[in-house]
């Protein structure tokens, strides 16, 4: 979230598009609530089901699933040609006015610089044009053919009214209605908040999906605003923290991107991470990577990464392709994997194409389950009869499982959606010889160490020397290593303005991510919880709610990264002079001197208005990026198919084969032959979360598995109708990659939708259900997904697929 | 006056029993019967995070044993923190059915391994899991590390292991893992963040 969930109550208008939650983040929607009570804000919602957000909102609207694109392209094309803009914010905030390379173009479906062969682009069209000194050029007029506004314009021209219709199924004057509710919070002093969740990202366009409706809130003004930004509701209590702490293969804690084969030495990596300013007097605070990725390094191995020796760059893995869950699983099944550790994950049930991931998992050596419970992951050779037809003795893995604690039972800090980082007390040892999770991977490493002490092998260094400073070292504690993450001097930092000032004492935590240098005289684990815990404590731990702003900000509550910020790029919240958009829920203002107001200002606090220094300071340009020279597949969102859909072509681009899908989408040539066509699977599908269950930990847990007791999918009524089945019946339903069997629930909230001059059925099917839990066994939803993800995040295409249905 | 939560539970429970047995007609010095403790009352309340979705509301646990050298600890009951600024004392169906996650009877309790091609699981101790484990890893990582690629860039990866890491643990353990693998050269590591 660029904001934070006490927030959503300063809005005006509500939009939950790609989410539902009133069902899937019950207690965060209450902020909904609220905002419709105090402030008499409206609530849309726009959705394949009416869902239980839809039954509450004041307006909702049908869509095809896999066409937000399409409908928000719509969106940006209607505020666009009726002016309804807020003009000095686009001008000043945005790369609206930047000059792009003349080479840049769309045709036929295609940006400029693809190449099919390998399903990628050549982004050297897609850059600003620059001047001598390497600055971006601008047109303050926003009038030149090749500028990012003109630009704009003339790709979402095609997303006419009548198209965007044809393409979502969604009735034209509904379109057009929200569009008209959208566009009312281009006034200054009104605000927009969009709460999206994984019915946005798990599409092949899943990153171009938040894209365009980030587009559309700088448009509308609303990005570092109280009451608006884009907000992701995330999956798990700590998704965002361990997102932070960067437990995936592209990035190091803190978002420092990984070095590839490509990074030769330390200085070409740093090079290509540590961009230079885009426009005169802008932070470009990335500048500081040095600084993060050597304090990383000193945190990681200590005294034994020096000056000399690079900081130790040669010990961190290089990175030689794509690493992602897809990617693992798909070199697993081709049998390049020996051993596999499961923590807390249950990829059986949630990854696409549960086939595949059970073949895979047989082909490995050894694997082993971290989990506080036995998961459907941790039997994938047992035979669970129809729910998991499998031979165990065909299956030669060796399975290890162990035991870990659960939230209650071990102390630390989970960082919430609105990144919040907030700690928490263990109350009770978990059951039986469980233990936790630190506890697991000390055990493991420090065995490791050991043997590796004792016998040698191969490359031991980074093994003997990874800094392990625990008092227990067997059992780091959670405080210890909260204290690393923040980070601390290892010898005195002084002001470089002055090198006899001495700004933190060498020993002492640092207040800061300011404070980082990148000489090896500081220690940081992850720079963005930089000061987390300070000389004054753990910031984590606090509990002060108090909230004197009336804003919901609570600054002494926990600790927000980075430095304490609750709402993201808050200097845009305020005009060129710094005067607030809307006083009544100021969050930043210059007051003469400096930034202030009700939160930590996203800006150098002393940069006066007239400096010019632009709010985005995480871009080199300074400002938000409309067009995005380093998107995957695309500067601008474009409307594609996914990889399963009802129609022969993209209407879009109907002549073009190649545009019908994401052309960047990334996809294995061994599960090409896995996709179904609309011939023989004619109904689109998506799966969600219900209001009782939690992924598959729920199902362990008595109430709610008779709260929600067995699997079931929804089918429309008309639907229902043309194959005969009652509500009550068991069905089966199948895809191009299996089948599953549940019990019909028939309902008038889920519409037959006109597209493209056709019918098109939708089938919900809920996730949480497996053959492992007090639920009633069953199939498990993921055997029907496609194993195909996005171009940006490789997210698989779980929220859009076709299958067909009958009566089991 | 000042009450703390746990004075405000018997002041209440006290109150409740007073007024009640007085409506009856006893008087509450010949009482023959006794209402029960409010139950809450003498268990230790910490303060802790639902691990659901991610508004991570605060939730109060409530636990038997008071912290003294031989009581082991059982949470009794969970219920939202209406101090929490997000969530203020509210959790939804999911959360209201935590305690049944804690005590689930699928809880693993003791490490576990099974056999290639067997059709069941057996207890093993930590010792022998670990044990097993890291010789597996060692064997592994010494076959197949690179340190250098084709071209002869120092890579130093080991590519045959794989680790998805849980969403469910919190920052410190979830540091702690990334540190553990990258020292040891592992670049197949993905989270739930990513689906």
Known sequence: MTNHWVDIKNADLVVIMGGNAAEAHPCGFKWVVEAKKERKARLVVVDPRFTRSAAVSDFYAPIRAGTDIAFLGGVINYLLSNDKIHHDYVRNYTNAAFLID??????????????????????????????????????????SPNCVFQLMKKHYSRYTPELVSRVTGTPKEDFLKICGMMAETAAPNKTMTVLYALGWTEHTVGSQNIRTMAMIQLLLGNMGMAGGGINALRGHANVQGITDMCLYSEVLPGYLSAPTDADKTRDEYLAKRTPKALRPNQM????????????????????????????????VPKKDGAYDAMAIFERMHQGKMTGFVCQGFNPLASLANKRKVGDALAKLKYLVIIDPLATDTSEFWKNHGEFNDVDASKIPTEVFRLPANLFAEDAGSFTNSGRVVQWHWKAADGPGESKGDSEIMAALFLRLKEMY??????????????????????????EELLMEISGKALADVTDPKDPTKVLVKAGDQVPGFAMLRDDGSTSCGNWIYGGSWSQAGNLTARRDASDPSGLGQTLNWGFAWPANRRILYNRASADLAGKPWDPKRTVMKWTGTAWGGNDIPDMRPNAAPEEHVMPFIMAPEGVARLFSPIMADGPFPEHYEPFESPLDNNPFHPGNAKAKSNPAARVFKSDMDSFGTAKDFPFVATTYRLVEHFHFWTKHAHINAVLQPEHFVEIGEELAKEKGIKAGDKVKVRSNRGHIKAVAVVTKRIRTLDVDGKKVHTIGIPLHFGFKGLTKPGYITNTLTPFV??????????????VNIEKA | MQVNRRQFFKICSAGLGGSSIAMLGYSPTAALAEVRDYKLARATETRNMCPYCSVSCGVLAYSIGDKSKNAKAEIIHMEGDPDNPVN????????????DMVHSPNRLKYPEVREAGSNEWKRISWDEAITRITKHMKADRDANFIEKNAEGTTVNRWNTFGFLASSAAANEPGYLTSKVLRGLGVVALDTQARI
């Open chain 2, 88 to 99: 203020r004392g509210t959790l939804c169906p999911k959360g209201a059915g935590l305690l």
């Open chain 1, 102 to 143: 003349e080479g840049f173009k769309l045709e036929d479906g295609l940006f400029s610089g693809y190449n099919a062969e390998k399903r990628s682009y050549d982004k050297a069209t897609w850059q600003y044009q620059k001047d001598k000194e390497g600055y971006a050029m601008v047109d303050e007029t926003l009038q």
């Open chain 1, 789 to 802: 993800g996005d171009a940006n995040s490789q997210t698989p295409e779980y929220k859009a697929f076709l």
């Open chain 1, 453 to 478: 002490a004792k016998d040698g092998g191969k490359f031991p260094d980074a093994i003997l020397n990874l800094a392990w400073p625990y008092r227990i070292p067997a059992k780091p504690a959670p």
């Open chain 1, 284 to 315: 470009n605070f990335p500048q500081n990577f040095p600084k993060w990725f050597t304090s990383l390094m000193k945190a990681f191995y200590g005294s034994a990464a020096t000056k000399e020796n690079g900081f130790c760059y040669d010990w």
